[in-house]
């Protein structure tokens, strides 16, 4: 199947800076992603669709200057958390569309804000 | 409000028993249905996927569903301890833009 990546796996930062996430479609090209997150013991709360060329579509309630989200080619879209406070640490997970019209996930990506 | 909703259970079955998970949806113009794993810690894969009602059958895994009723789930036959994970429903929200909607996920625990 389709292969998704995402690094870092893992990231700690310090509250008030900012991370950026990438998320790659290592086998195929995919004008969309999508961006979800994930806290302990919930379901997938998507926050905004990423399309290639253009600006992302965000999810309501989802802040679009603190969530960047920049899609800049067809294999490659980065989610940074703007001035990252503690209640952003989560479990932010990237997927794609393949071509079997199949949404693969990517390993997902642990914040972690102190 | 278009909703997916499961039971969060644990869902407790022997080894080597049958497993029948279930989701419920809200939104009629749904055509797509999903079933992803997650592990602890890992991100979700897809198990499987049905468009159309009836069955589908996966190796041990089949998915069913009715349109009609709005449901769908997935039956996993000779369940095995690997087979212990969350179970995660997902729809394709209706209006296109290939967006899916998830259910909360049950876990299932299966028992030596």
């Not at chain 1, 200057?65 to 899609?71: G, R, V």
């Not at chain 1, 503690?86 to 932010?92: Q, T, V």
């Not at chain 2, 089949?62 to 429903?89: F, G, M």
Request: include cysteine; glycine fraction near 8%.
């Amino acid at each position: 199947g389709a292969v998704v990546s995402q690094h870092p796996s893992r990231v700690i930062c310090k509250s008030g800076t900012s991370v950026k996430i990438e998320c790659r479609s290592l086998d195929f090209q995919a004008t969309t992603m999508f961006w979800y997150r994930q806290f302990p013991k919930k379901s997938l709360m998507l926050m905004a669709t990423s399309n290639e060329g253009s600006k992302a579509t965000y999810e309501q309630g989802v802040e679009k200057d603190k969530f960047l989200i920049n899609h800049a080619s067809l294999t490659l879209s980065t989610l940074t958390v703007t001035s990252a406070h503690p209640e952003d640490s989560s479990f932010y997970i990237c997927s794609a569309w393949g071509q079997a019209e199949e949404q693969y996930f990517g390993p997902g990506t642990r914040l972690t804000v102190t | 409000q278009k909703e997916v909703e499961q039971n969060s259970g644990p869902l407790s079955v022997p080894e080597g028993a049958i497993a029948s998970l279930n989701c419920t949806y809200s939104d009629r113009g749904s055509q797509s249905f999903f079933w992803y794993r997650q592990y602890s810690g890992k991100s979700p894969e897809l198990i499987m996927f049905i468009y159309s009602n009836g069955d589908k059958e996966d190796g041990r895994f089949t998915a069913q569903l009715n349109k009609a009723s709005q449901y769908v789930s997935l039956l996993i036959r000779d369940s095995q301890p690997s087979d212990s994970a969350t179970y995660l429903c997902a729809v394709e929200v209706g209006g296109g833009g290939n967006k899916l909607t998830f259910g909360t996920g049950t876990q299932l625990k299966v028992e030596l």
